[in-house]
């Protein structure tokens, strides 16, 4: 029965070490400031234009008169929490359930293209936070999603706009 008790304890000890660690390190991130909560989705498929008429079923894709006509890509699949952060002319993601140091993405202010901005739409708005706006980007071709807040949007874009003198900036 001792064992049993020490062994649990252990465990709820590891268990609030690891807690205290997803704390501490979110804190570390924030101390410089700059920092924004922001969901990202890499690779992300780009939107096909809705069917004029609904397509006959196919049961292995998962398209037909059960999924609505949604366009590709709009499902709440692939985005990751994350904590981004402005370090001079790069933002810095890292992702929230991690305990790594550095970052996992480097996003550069001159390789950022803006392609568009819209709300999340059916199982995106589960996925994300109830006030998050998609902005999708290209960065070295690939398509990359990032949701924030309104207020962090607004941010992000003035970050772009301040594009040193020279550089490439395409902020649509």
Known sequence: MVLVLSLCGAALLLALAGLFAFGLRRRLLQRSGGTFDCNLRWNAPAPTVAYAEEPKADA???SGPGSGGRPAGRSGKGWAYGIARYNGDQIEWFR??????????FLERNRIEVLQRRDPEGEEELALLSDAVILACSLYGTRVE????????????????????????NVA
């Open 60 to 62: 292995h894709s998962g």
């Open 96 to 105: 929230v359930f991690s305990y790594a140091p550095r970052p996992r993405r």
């Open 146 to 169: 990032l949701a924030m807040s309104e207020d962090a949007l607004t941010g992000f874009l003035a970050w772009l706009e301040a594009a040193p003198p020279g550089q490439r900036v």
